[in-house]
């Protein structure tokens, strides 16, 4: 009952915070906008979604074969859209990587093998939005700069070491180990320590880590390009340099478990950091709209992944 209680006002933030954004913006210029859009550039935007989802499952795939070599490329691209489809339901956007784990689990039966590599996965992906986020700031213009995007990218890459930290070390899992265990969790407790040490088996493949680590900065280049094409497709002009800013400070604060898939928040965001640099708030509105509705058709995908899928 708390679970479902938790879900509906995650739910219900989700809706206010989608209200709220467009209470602050002109709709029916929204829609002229929406309406309005170039068929050639939304094209070559959902062709960056199709290349960002090969690009995801390519990294993946280099470090569960660390682990295990027969998973097939294919398989991680099904459960990725799989992913991609059910996270759009769960809180944060971290839902899809709970889900793809999930999927992948079931295939090679292996839990800690599989959340070792979803999670150097997502700490790899990480520190490159956090990269990819600095260059944006530091080559933005002065007015298009906020010291609320500093602090936003200071916390996240505190917290993002700390995760690393906590990942890799022994004592950190020690005392997570002991935690959990005086609460009546021990075997969550035991299963941290062991996904802790098979994390560390990646220290021994440096030229793994080093590609997929370069797959992670391309990924978020690409998703920055797709935001960049469909600002284009909705005539919305806006730098690629700020774009790389905004995207990844928008993706980190989307994780947050606030909301249902990041829907109303990722435009609740973009109005927020639109009105700050003194941007129309409806062309922040239009742009994150259009991602969500773009981001649900690839989730199309995803359900028919879930028919085709084989279900234990």
Known sequence: MKISANYLLKLLFSFLIFGLALSQVDWLLVQDTLFAASGLWLSLHLATLVLERLVFTWKWLLLIHVFNRGVSFLQLLANALVGK?????????????IIRAYYLNRD??????????????KLLALVALLLVAL????????ELQNPVFLLILFLGASAVA?????????GAANILNRIFSSINLAPLGLFVKRVSKTMQVYSHVPLVLFWS?????GLQLTRVISVWLMALALGIDVSFTFLMLVIPLSMLLIMLPISIGGIGLREGILVGIFNLVGMDSTDGFSLGLSITLADLLLSVAGGLAYLKTPRK
């Open 135 to 142: 260059v944006g700031l530091l080559q933005s213009p002065a």
């Open 213 to 217: 680590f370069l797959g992670s900065c």
């Open 162 to 170: 700390l995760l690393i930290f906590v990942s890799v070390n022994d």
């Open 85 to 97: 489809l059910w996270g759009t339901f769960l809180p944060s956007s971290l839902g899809v990587d």
């Open 108 to 121: 090679i039966d292996n839990p800690t093998q599989v959340t070792a590599s979803v999670l150097c996965d």
